[in-house]
């Protein structure tokens, strides 16, 4: 197994039914936050943690994920002859050349766990990391959470599930550990479960939308079999693996928003409002005078 993570996998299969209608024809993973979409904030953070390797695991009406990240050369001639520079050099610099996309077919539907396993023939012996993402994550004070998660892995040399606390009543809704440690930031993980009811989840560290994983992970998928909800679960395979390798669970610095729910995106929207050089002025103004009624 390699040292280094240098690739990274984007399960965007998904179906998105909790946007529907907005996600009929178009993928939730490009719902923009303001200007940018979902997935170009991901592939932002990989490229922060030095990923070289994106690899896209698709499903139909999924075309326009490719489309984004591909040369545009219509739009690119009519800016260049617009003498729009600056635009020009925002789509141009959408991913830097360096970094190499591959698209992957998911054919059915079958949970995330079948998703990662689509990625195998492309990862082949190397660890990985594998990025949601519904799950939208401002940079701490250590750069973005992959790049802390990769850092952690060439001092560890293991799997790391990134976490946060979660409240008692929205454990239904994650996969749960629980660790060896009550303090700090890094524990070796005991348990796993996804999601359990609050009266049976082991604590209130859920996982979220960023893993390291080492390859040893693909057998483990190709052996649970179907788990909660009929699917695959990426959960079932870590638990099992946890039976050989030891696996973190990393309190990662920076703020998340779950843009995979209506309210969640909404609040991702207004706080990058907020953050936006050419919006945040005249938007916080229009919000302080926003009738609360």
Known sequence: MKNAVRKAVFPVAGL?????????????????????PLIQYAVEEAVAAGIEVMMFVTGRNKNAIPDHFDKAYE?????????????????QEIIPSSVTCVYIRQAEALGLGHAVLCAKPVIDDEPFAVVLADDLVENGRQGGCLKQMTDLFEQERCSIL??????????????IVKTDSHTGRIGTIEQIVEK???????????VVGRYILTPAIFDK????????GGE?????????LMKEERILAYQFKGKRYDCGSKLGYLIATVDHGLQHGELREAFKDYLKNLPLD
């Open 16 to 36: 998105g039914t909790r946007f529907l209608p907005a996600t009929k024809a178009s993928p939730k993973e490009m719902l923009p936050i303001v200007d940018k």
């Open 75 to 91: 739009l690119e001639t009519e800016l260049e002859a617009r003498d729009k520079t600056e635009t020009l050099k925002l789509v």
């Open 162 to 175: 990134g976490v946060e606390k979660v409240p008692p009543s929205a454990t239904q809704s994650y996969g």
């Open 196 to 206: 359990p009811r609050p009266e049976e989840a082991p604590s209130d560290l859920g």
């Open 221 to 228: 998928i190709e052996h649970i079999g179907k788990g909660a």
């Open 232 to 240: 695959i679960q990426l959960t079932d395979a870590i638990a099992a």
